[in-house]
T-cell receptor
């Protein structure tokens, strides 16, 4: 079983739409959670960390549900520039690496 | 400020050959991690080095090796290349062991 599982999409949404991505993680020892954004043929870049209390950064909201072991990312008022692959990422206490999901591809359509 | 720099950016090798990829971390960062990203997949952890010592190793064969130098730069070596080694190889630096990752733009390796 993969450490992190995501729906690969693709998600095709019109500009201005709200879109939500979920991912699940298998290891209950996971302690740190992130969403990364990766543009085509570029490196992943940190979008936001995910905290137990949930957190918001502008149009982006991330939430963590430890009981169900899933993480979500909500994007409001989608922009064309939001088109990218969104990677769900988990880290475990004491481990020296991050576990990445396969990514969810988002295309925002004019 | 220079970010994480990787070289070369692209590389084509033949099966059975050896390859060395290089990474220079952000100034002041002591940790370098290597990841392999195959097309359509998320990055997979290969190695982490912190303060010049190996601190983590992913599920990769012994053909993969790495080291970190006194200036904290790092090399990833892959011997006896296979077609399946074709991927984007990403280097990430961080001030500590795991968090605060910044990725370099990667080396795209094609094995033919």
């Amino acid at each position: 079983r993969k450490e992190v599982e995501q729906d690969p999409g693709p998600f095709n949404v019109p500009e201005g739409a709200t879109v939500a991505f979920n991912c699940t993680y298998s290891n209950s020892a996971s302690q740190s959670f992130f969403w990364y954004r990766q543009d085509c043929r570029k490196e992943p870049k940190l979008l936001m960390s995910v905290y137990s209390s949930g957190n918001e950064d502008g149009r982006f909201t991330a939430q963590l549900n430890r009981a169900s072991q899933y993480i979500s990312l909500l994007i409001r008022d989608s922009k064309l520039s939001d088109s990218a692959t969104y990677l769900c990422v988990c880290g475990q206490t004491g481990a020296n690496n991050l576990f990445f999901g396969t990514g969810t591809r988002l295309t925002v359509i004019p | 400020d220079a970010g994480v720099t990787q070289s070369p950016t692209h590389l084509i090798k033949t099966r059975g050959q050896h390859v060395t990829l290089r990474c220079s971390p952000i100034s002041g960062h002591k940790s370098v991690s290597w990841y392999q990203q195959v097309l359509g997949q998320g990055p997979q952890f290969i190695f982490q080095y912190y303060e010049k010592e190996e601190r983590g190793r992913g599920n990769f064969p012994d053909r993969f090796s790495a080291r970190q130098f006194p200036n904290y730069s790092s090399e990833l070596n892959v011997n006896a290349l296979l077609l399946g080694d074709s991927a984007l190889y990403l280097c990430a630096s961080s001030p500590g062991q795991v968090y605060g990752y910044t990725f370099g733009s990667g080396t795209r390796l094609t094995v033919v």
